[in-house]
């Protein structure tokens, strides 16, 4: 895509003053995008999804229908984020006793390259690493590693992914190679790296 192509926001979208959108970037119907955020280029903002004031939301995100990415978290470089999953940004709310403002919000981030699958929830405080990806209907409690696939309530690792999406089998001397990328991995200490 053009460096230089304007960002489009549907008729039925709602994109408030203060907001930085980045080339070649789509805003879809019913989305709302509140002021202070900063969307890279290439982004897809699906129907329904709504971003809150002061989020930052790097290049070639795609972030599908009916999602909220509420103040406080931060999506890196080629993010997707599945169908109707859910972030939180308040560890212990209660309308009663409401808490207001950036400083009561737990910071999340999600790292370059990370899939966050259909209705997942990922709560407030956590870091998914670099190519996470996190299955479906997950809900993640914790710090997930660089190239950890997860599943489950709560989310725990039951394997490892490349950066081009592909489960990795290591052999006997904990290496692995994706044909797909055409890159090399090492799982050593119980985390997985990119082998030069």
């Known amino acids: 895509m053009s460096e230089n192509k304007p960002p489009y926001v549907n008729q039925y979208a709602v994109v408030d003053d203060g907001v930085e959108l980045g080339s070649g970037t789509k805003v ?19 129907q329904n999804v709504n971003v809150g004031n002061n989020v930052t939301i790097g290049n070639f995100v795609k972030i599908q229908n009916n999602v909220s990415v509420y103040e406080g978290v931060t999506l890196e470089d080629y993010v997707f984020c599945g169908p109707s999953m859910v972030f939180t940004n308040i560890i212990d709310p209660r309308s009663k006793y409401p808490q207001v403002g950036a400083k009561y919000y737990l910071k999340t981030l999600v790292k370059e390259g990370a899939s966050l699958g259909a209705n997942s929830t990922i709560v ?19 710090d997930i590693p660089d190239f950890a696939l997860v599943v489950g309530n709560p989310a725990r690792i039951i394997g490892w992914m490349s950066e081009a999406g592909v489960r990795l089998k290591f052999d006997e001397n904990g290496e692995a190679f994706c044909e797909k990328s055409g890159k090399k991995y090492k799982f050593e200490n119980d985390i997985v790296k990119e082998v030069e």
């Open 28 to 46: 879809w119907h019913f989305s709302h995008v509140q002021s202070g955020s900063k969307i890279g280029n290439n982004v897809i903002l699906g």
């Open 124 to 142: 407030c405080g956590n870091t998914i690493g670099r190519f996470a990806f996190v299955g479906a209907g997950s809900v993640v409690t914790k």
